[in-house]
């Protein structure tokens, strides 16, 4: 049903529909229902390693090829106008991943991905009388 | 005029507003302003170390107490129902860093804060056929 370009019905998804298909299609690698959810020239950023892939092609090829055994799952999406943010629980190789995801939309279709995958750390000192661990 | 608790004007605050107001407060060392928009049993989590602050008065120490001299913009907040996510621009002692802070609200305050201080990291190779750097 979500296959075609240009369907009335993806064009008329609203941002946080678009914004859980987008996982949902990944994590089933529905690599054309993630591509018809995507603008031709859409940009995926990762500020933290400061890669920016540009267009819906080498997008597709980057998650086609990315190399591990990734898996998602939403913990919260909040959606507003057209943004979206997204909290994800990432298993990459078994390993469990918080990330987040923010998404811009224009025309019913997703032009703006970014990401991050935030990593464990340790605590600063000097503020354990105010903290527990989890 | 937001000082003071149970101010008319607290409670009809909309999530955006709040979570608004608590990164404009925080910045302003507004620290009764910040107090104010917060639930008494406010639990604050930090998943990159494991650490929980539970309670108003210990999570405004934490704040207070706060060893470094940082600053805080606001790139984006996008705001649903008693949820919001914000997008820090944060300069901690002048080094900048991005930031993701979840939100919950619930009668008008803040219930729940997490934060996300993803750290620059390397790319992984492999994929610069796709890639550029900004």
Same mark, same amino acid.
Do not use: C
């Given at each position: ?17 678009? /914004?859980?298909?987008?996982?949902? +299609?990944?994590?089933? #690698?529905?690599? $054309?229902? %993630?591509?018809?959810?995507? *603008?031709? @020239? ?42 979206? /943010?997204?909290?994800?629980?990432? +298993?990459?190789?078994? #390993?469990?991943? $918080?990330? %987040?995801?923010?998404?811009? *939309?224009? @025309? ?27």
């Amino acid at each position: 049903m979500h296959r075609g370009f240009g369907t009335a019905s993806v064009l008329a998804m609203d941002t946080r529909t678009m /914004a859980v298909a987008y996982v949902e +299609r990944l994590e089933a #690698r529905d690599w $054309d229902g %993630v591509t018809e959810l995507l *603008a031709e @020239d859409v940009v995926y950023e990762m500020p933290q390693t400061r890669e920016r892939i540009t267009g819906r092609e080498k997008f597709m090829r980057f998650n086609v090829e990315y190399p591990s055994d990734w898996h998602l799952a939403i913990r919260r999406v909040v959606a507003e106008g057209e943004h979206a /943010a997204i909290w994800l629980d990432v +298993r990459d190789d078994g #390993r469990p991943v $918080d990330a %987040v995801v923010w998404v811009d *939309a224009a @025309d019913g279709r997703i032009t703006r991905i970014t990401d991050y995958w935030p990593e464990p750390a340790e605590p600063m000192r000097g503020r354990e009388h105010l903290t527990t661990r989890f």
